[in-house]
């Protein structure tokens, strides 16, 4: 096999796959990108047997044929060499030739034989949607994923897909994140999975603002077709809980703010959190809103912010985190927060968009 790319493709691509490879894995293979040659086009493809990225680069090839070369190595060498063109040519003795201007690397490589196959997705109905509307509802969802291992049903996201709509939740049992947005196409049939963590960061790292990303369902593996990169992730197994029964109806008097003065004042008084003492408490008020915390040997902060509010005051309690982890992504100017009692969650309803986090003791 032999090749010759630009640095800059070449990098671009060993960038989309390399983020799957682990250090710490049991077939030495798995530490290794696999590299194909094939009709003018360069195939990088990784693994480590639960999610699987390949991308393809128009390049010129000498001689076609395959390598297994080790990722890390190999991103550090071309990352190093210098602007231009780069050689790549694989020998019969799994010896790989790495040449840039003025200077050549050696690298040993493993034969492509033992390297897992891309899973395939043959008669899957194929389903499409904005890739920006896709980005936006993963970064509105994904940091309500549960990362404790024991409860590994958690671990992902749930994707609900039927004849109309996409539905993306996430929960670790003490907040929830749901989004939902209609299809343009409609589908033949119903779809829930849930992917793990680790495959949707793959997936929102290589989305983009522009073109359609398209979804096939496997067996026990989805398939994400961004751009010509495919992304194939296992499906967690298991039941999803049904989170519509954590979500309670919607009340009039909401208490309305501004989210930047808001998400300033909680990431402030998170400043004198520890793990023993993490809620912040609210004081709601019919006109102002005092946030304030108060941790044992450390000290206290209190702060008071306007709101617009005609319900009953209260007193409730939060863990900061969970409130600065939504607030930060919203863009609106204004938020408004449905508050019940101190032993009630709190709740942020927005277009297509739903936040709720259970309130902590104080």
Request: charged share 30%; proline share 5%; glycine share 4%.
């Amino acid at each position: 096999m032999k090749f010759k790319v630009s640095k800059e493709d070449l990098l671009s691509g060993i960038h989309k796959v390399q983020n799957v490879v682990s250090n710490k894995v049991t077939l030495p293979i798995l530490s290794n990108i696999l590299v194909e040659t094939k009709n003018n086009f360069l195939r990088l493809s990784a693994t480590d047997l639960d999610i699987g990225i390949t991308c393809e680069i128009p390049v010129e090839i000498t001689e076609e044929g395959s390598i297994t070369i080790p990722a890390k190595r190999f991103s550090d060498i071309v990352k190093e060499l210098p602007d231009g063109e780069v050689t790549v040519h694989a020998k019969k003795n799994n010896q790989i030739d790495i040449l840039g201007k003025n200077c050549r690397f050696k690298l040993i490589g493993l034969p492509k034989d033992e390297y897992p196959n891309f899973p395939e997705f043959k008669d899957s109905e194929i389903i499409q949607i904005e890739q920006n509307i896709l980005k936006e509802m993963l970064r509105m969802t994904q940091f309500a994923v549960s990362h404790e291992e024991s409860r590994y049903v958690l671990n992902g996201l749930l994707i609900e897909i039927n004849s109309e709509s996409i539905k993306i939740v996430a929960t670790d049992g003490r907040r929830l994140a749901k989004s939902e947005k209609k299809l343009e196409k409609p589908i033949q049939k119903e779809i829930s999975v849930i992917i793990p963590i680790k495959a949707i960061q793959e997936i929102y790292r290589n989305l983009k603002e522009e073109g359609k990303v398209s979804i096939l369902l496997g067996m026990n593996q989805v398939l994400f077709d961004i751009d010509g990169t495919l992304i194939a992730t296992r499906i967690i197994e298991g039941e999803f809980p049904n989170y519509n029964q954590v979500i309670p109806k919607p009340v009039k008097k909401r208490i309305t703010m501004n989210t930047k003065e808001l998400l300033s004042s909680i990431r402030r008084a998170n400043l004198l959190a520890t793990p023993d003492f993490q809620a912040v408490k609210f004081e709601v008020f019919s006109d102002k809103m005092v946030v304030s915390k108060t941790t044992p040997d450390i000290g206290e902060s209190r702060e008071e912010i306007i709101v617009e509010y005609g319900g009953e005051e209260m007193v409730v309690g939060f863990n900061p985190q969970f409130l600065i982890d939504f607030l930060k992504n919203i863009n609106d100017e204004s938020i408004a927060i449905e508050l019940m009692g101190a032993d009630k969650p709190a709740v942020m309803r927005m277009d297509d968009y739903l936040y709720l986090a259970l309130p902590m003791r104080i």
